[in-house]
């Protein structure tokens, strides 16, 4: 983290250093809006200018996507959140369309969230045990993945919404945001049976469920570490007025 804000700050401060020197006050007058489809979702972005080289944008960024599942008596409803506010300082290096962007999301609301319903009567299992769901107090739960509210990262592109040249422009980037491991949490209320009728207890308070609940909720943060390096991929289209 301490590496990747160090140098997101260096490029910001050198180019800010190289070109503040060239302000256009034509250039200055001009502002970009656009939209894009991205791995964060959908977005409505705006440019103004810094100096000669260089634009501040910002964008938000917003999709969800929810879907009911089910399998042999399991109910499941999943919703994807993206939602984000995202400020960019581009800079174009060469005079051209190619630029470099320290960017970060200023507010991070991605998040999944997935409820389960097991009616009574049916069986499921979380790591090693079995239960059946007691039909006078169903087993039901949720799961949630959140990230940190703000994270940094560097992103590469092409195109300007502040083209001298076009009014219209095709912007295309690529890079990453540092979110962090995910938060993950697991939840299960209810009352289990013993599928060979040796009873039914609270979830709560049977210790092995307890213990099994805990180590599927500590599987499943090891197996999503991997996004706390998040890609950013997306292509729009831009109008300078």
């Keep these: 983290m301490n590496v990747l804000t160090t140098a997101i700050c260096a ?23 656009g939209i894009k489809l991205s791995s964060l979702g959908a977005g409505i972005e705006t440019a103004l200018p810094l100096f000669r080289y260089s634009n501040l ?16 008596g399991f109910g499941y409803r999943g919703e994807l959140n993206f939602r984000s506010i995202q400020a960019s300082y581009d800079w174009y290096p060469f005079r051209s369309g190619f630029r470099v962007s320290p960017t970060a999301l200023v507010y991070n609301g991605t998040g999944v969230h997935a409820a389960l319903v097991v009616p009574g009567g ?8 079995t239960y059946e769901s007691d039909p006078s107090d169903p087993i039901n739960g949720a799961a949630r993945m959140s990230f940190r509210k703000v994270a940094p990262g560097l992103t590469f592109g092409w195109g300007n ?9 095709f912007p295309v980037e690529f890079g990453f945001v ?41 599987k ?18 831009g109008y300078r007025f």
């Design 11 to 33: 490029v910001l401060f050198l180019s800010q250093a190289g070109f503040s020197q060239e302000q256009s006050t034509k250039h200055l007058g001009h502002i970009g809006i």
């Design 57 to 72: 944008r910002t964008s938000f960024n917003y999709f969800i996507y929810d879907r009911d599942l089910g399998d042999a």
């Design 122 to 129: 049916h069986t499921f299992s979380i790591t090693k045990n």
């Design 161 to 169: 919404l502040l083209s001298r040249h076009h009014r219209i422009s």
């Design 178 to 218: 540092f979110e962090g491991s995910p938060t993950v949490s697991l939840n299960m209320n209810g009352s289990g049976c013993d599928p060979k009728g040796r009873g039914c207890s609270s979830l709560s308070s049977n210790p092995s469920a307890v213990s099994s609940i805990h180590s599927e909720q500590a």
């Design 220 to 237: 499943i943060a090891r197996e999503v570490t991997f996004l706390r390096f998040y890609p950013i991929i997306s292509i729009g289209v």
